[in-house]
């Protein structure tokens, strides 16, 4: 199958759909819930955050307050459940506990017809995140299985499958075998971002069990932004919650990822304070329709 002709979702009339996001929540440094709910609303979707940590601010800062949510989540859930709650996706990035994993997994059972967008966030450069454990990174291979879309970058591709870490310069054989190791535990798309190999391009690229792979270039830009990978999660996930085709929507957060970028250079305090996107919105408003 190609993915220009695969969609996921088809969005009916006026209705909006429900999106679970499962993020933590950042009070300063634009990331996760900051990032989902806005991006996610600006494509019509009614955002349902279910908070996994709270953070003073995000890891890229010397300093940071961080509160694990885990102890609340059941009783969040069961107020839901007692609620009623209809979910068309269930998106879910940072966790904050191995544990939360089956809280993900509840939501899963609960809302079986929910499309399943899984970006791992784990790390990045090769190393874990500070705040995850090895604990953690393993229970995350559950949510491998029967992903929709599995979002990883190369380091979380490296953690999830165990095959070596190479830097991010993949020949296209070397990201089949990737996606192949994923695909074989269970993902049914896999989305794998940033690949670079020293031309001024960054390669996403895009392939199933039943989806040839294919390769989505943008431009690279000669400087990082803290948030970008939060960034194309949740504007891959409301592209395909507007009916796009998986080609669409991962050329589409590729674009607005990179003018995003450029916007967050021309902010004071911008290696640490994230990604600044609010301006942009308009671009995702307007898949709507």
Known sequence: MDAKNL?????????????????????????????????????????????????????????????NTTPILGDYLDAWAKEGIELDAIYSGFLGSAA?????????REHSTALRVVDPVMGD?????????AELCEKMRDLVDGADILTP??????????MPYHGQDLSEAEVERYVAQLVGMGARLVVVKGVVRGDGLIRNYVAGEKVDLVEVVGEQLPFMTHGT????????????????????????????VRDAMRVTRLQPDNEVRGVSFESLLGQVAALVG
């Open 153 to 162: 970058n190369l380091t979380e591709a490296h953690l999830l499958t165990g």
């Open 7 to 67: 969609v996921l979702y088809r969005r009916e009339g006026a209705y909006i759909p429900r999106v679970a996001a499962v993020h933590d929540l950042c009070g300063y440094g634009k990331c996760s819930l900051g990032i989902a709910i806005p991006v996610l609303s600006a494509a019509g979707c009614d955002v349902c955050p279910v908070p996994t940590s709270l953070f003073s601010a995000h890891t890229k800062f010397p300093t940071f307050y961080m509160h």
């Open 125 to 133: 450069g090769g190393k874990m995140y500070p705040t995850y454990t």
């Open 229 to 256: 990978g939060d960034l194309f999660a949740s504007t891959l996930t409301g592209a395909v919650m507007c009916g796009r085709s998986v080609y669409d929507a991962v050329a589409f957060a590729t674009d607005f």
């Open 100 to 108: 939360q994993v089956g809280v993900i997994q509840r939501l899963y």
